[in-house]
Every structure is written in structure tokens, then in C-alpha cells.
């Protein structure tokens, strides 16, 4: 059985957390400017509540490329993975 060292199962969590934590700071701004700068849009149901999306729009944009990595080879012991890039901040991956 392969063990993580400590020190990097740690740093993963903290990492993950301080991007839980951003993200719950943006949406409490987000929410604050919308109450500031209400449209009169009264009557219209939201199209996404609460927190349904939050793992999406804050994280998974940010780490998608973490774990939906093609490989360009067949399975073997070692394989190659393709490299990719993205010019508007990992929406869409190339």
C-alpha cells in the first residue's frame, strides 16, 4: 500500500479549503451587489438557487485540469498524458 507523506495530504487539504473558502467570500459579495444593484426583476424565479452551482463556477474550473487528464498512449505500467492549455481561465481546456 503506497502512503501519502503528511506533510502533502495536509497542504492538499489546506489548498482545497482556502479555494472553499474564496469562493464562499466571492459569492457573499456577489450576493451583496445584487441586492445593491437590484433590477426590477420582481416576480422571476432564480435560475440557480442557493448553492447549486457553487461547486462549478468556484472550484472545479480551477482543479478540472487535475483530474480529467487524457492519456495519449495504451495502458502499460508508465503512459504519457497530453498536455493542454486554455486561454480563458479553464472553462474549455485544448
Not at 502533502?8 to 479555494?19: H, I, N, P, Q, R
Not at 473558502?21 to 426583476?41: I, P, T
Request: with cysteine; hydrophobic share 40%.
Amino acid at each position: 500500500m503506497i502512503t501519502i507523506p503528511y506533510l502533502t495530504a495536509v497542504s492538499t487539504y489546506f489548498s482545497y479549503g482556502l479555494l472553499f473558502a474564496f469562493g464562499q467570500l466571492r459569492d457573499f459579495f456577489r450576493r451583496f451587489l445584487d441586492w445593491w444593484f437590484a433590477s426590477n426583476l420582481n416576480g422571476y424565479a432564480p435560475i440557480c438557487l442557493g448553492h447549486e452551482d457553487f461547486y462549478i463556477r468556484r472550484l472545479y474550473h480551477r482543479i478540472q485540469d487535475c483530474f480529467g487528464r487524457p492519456i495519449s498512449n495504451a495502458p502499460d505500467a508508465w503512459f504519457d498524458v497530453v498536455e493542454r492549455y486554455s486561454k480563458d481561465n479553464n472553462k474549455t481546456l485544448k
